[in-house]
């Protein structure tokens, strides 16, 4: 591993951050210390602590004499810890819980149109 990895590293657990908790505008590309503070507290602790680490190094790593004082050993175990939380939720569990969403809305408002009929129906006296 090399200066030059830190960025697509870093780079990668921003964008599963953002699939995964939303928080950028479609088009935008999401950076890590900014994802961090949109929807770090999705995070559990110790990922959110690794997180702060990666960003950090991200930072960094723009300086190469800086960037040479990154701990790349505990920078790797902190992508790959991030990465196996984020990654397993796909893009089609993504599609069944935003359909399951649909679902609810539109049954939630028949149950509601129901309501109103068989209030208004008792209402009249029918």
Do not use: C, N
């Amino acid at each position: 591993m090399t200066i030059d990895d830190i960025r697509p590293m870093a780079d990668e657990v921003a964008s599963l951050m953002a699939a995964r908790f939303g928080g950028i505008r479609r088009g935008q590309h999401p950076v890590l210390e900014e994802m961090l503070r949109r929807r770090g507290g999705a995070l559990p602790r110790r990922l959110r602590r690794e997180a702060r680490l990666m960003a950090g190094a991200d930072r960094i790593a723009l300086q190469p004499r800086l960037a040479r004082q990154v701990d790349f050993a505990r920078f790797d175990r902190a992508h790959k810890a991030l990465t196996a939380y984020l990654r397993p939720l796909g893009q089609g569990a993504r599609l069944q819980g935003s359909a399951t969403r649909v679902a609810a809305s539109v049954a939630m408002g028949l149950l509601v149109l129901g309501l109103m009929v068989v209030w208004l129906k008792t209402w009249r006296g029918l």
